[in-house]
């Protein structure tokens, strides 16, 4: 199957200090990724939609200078959350689709982060 | 964002029991997608169902897209302890945007 990976898969950093997440398909090429934020208990909340090669798209509600996408090659996309605050502390989640598959995102396993 | 209803919020079965949950949509979808998350885990894919009517297996899971496009069942039998988890309904409306709609998940605790 299509593998996912993220990495840190947990970060602690100080306020104000920025974090930079990675998602890297591992063995597919993907075309698109997307970022998801996840509050405990709840469902996945879609941040943005990032296209290799090209500036990412972001839900209503979600700052771009806050959250920044670079999707510089087929298999890497980053997710940077600037100047940190214990608000942005959360769980985020990456997936991939396929060439073939458009509508099957496969899911990375998540970065926990926390800002104290 | 939008959302699916999905029922039930959550479960509490006794270990050998099965196990039903559903999704419904206002909106037609092409595509279904049953989902598992473990606590700390990103979902993993269960089964993907693309035709209306469709019945599909995956070991003791089988899920079913609606014959109306609005709907979607993920039935598991005979449950064990690992299936421990949160289920989440997706459904995607078709193109190339590749955007889900995810519904609230269903909490599946097993008692052993």
């Known amino acids: 199957g299509a593998v996912v990976s993220q990495h840190p898969s947990r970060v602690i950093c100080k306020s104000g200090t920025s974090v930079k997440i990675e998602c890297r398909s591992l063995?597919?090429?993907?075309?698109?990724m997307f970022w998801y934020r996840q509050f405990p208990k709840k469902s996945l909340m879609l941040m943005a939609t990032?296209?290799?090669?090209?500036?990412?798209?972001?839900e209503q509600g979600v700052e771009k200078d806050k959250f920044l996408i670079n999707h510089a090659s087929l298999t890497l996309s980053t997710l940077t959350v600037t100047s940190a605050h214990p608000e942005d502390s959360s769980f985020y989640i990456c997936?991939?689709?396929?060439?073939?598959?458009?509508?099957?995102?496969?899911f990375g396993p998540g970065t926990r982060l926390l800002v104290l | 964002g939008q959302q699916l209803n999905q029922s039930p919020q959550s479960m509490f079965i006794q270990e050998g029991e099965d196990v039903s949950m559903n999704c419904t949509s206002s909106?037609?979808?092409?595509?279904w997608l049953w989902y598992k998350q473990d606590p700390g885990e990103g979902p993993v894919l269960l089964i993907a169902?693309?035709?209306?009517?469709e019945l599909t297996s995956n070991g003791r899971l089988t899920a079913q897209f609606g014959i109306t496009r609005k709907d979607s069942f993920l039935n598991i039998s005979a449950s064990i302890p690992s299936d421990v988890g949160i289920y989440f309904c997706?459904?995607?409306?078709?193109?190339?945007?590749?955007?889900?709609?995810f519904g609230k998940g269903t909490k599946l605790s097993v008692k052993p």
């Open positions: 990032s296209n290799e090669g090209s500036k990412a798209t972001y």
């Open positions: 997706a459904g995607h409306y078709g193109g190339s945007q590749g955007n889900l709609i």
């Open positions: 063995d597919f090429q993907a075309t698109t």
């Open positions: 909106s037609i979808f092409n595509t």
């Open positions: 169902l693309y035709k209306a009517g």
């Open positions: 997936s991939a689709i396929t060439l073939a598959g458009l509508e099957t995102q496969y």
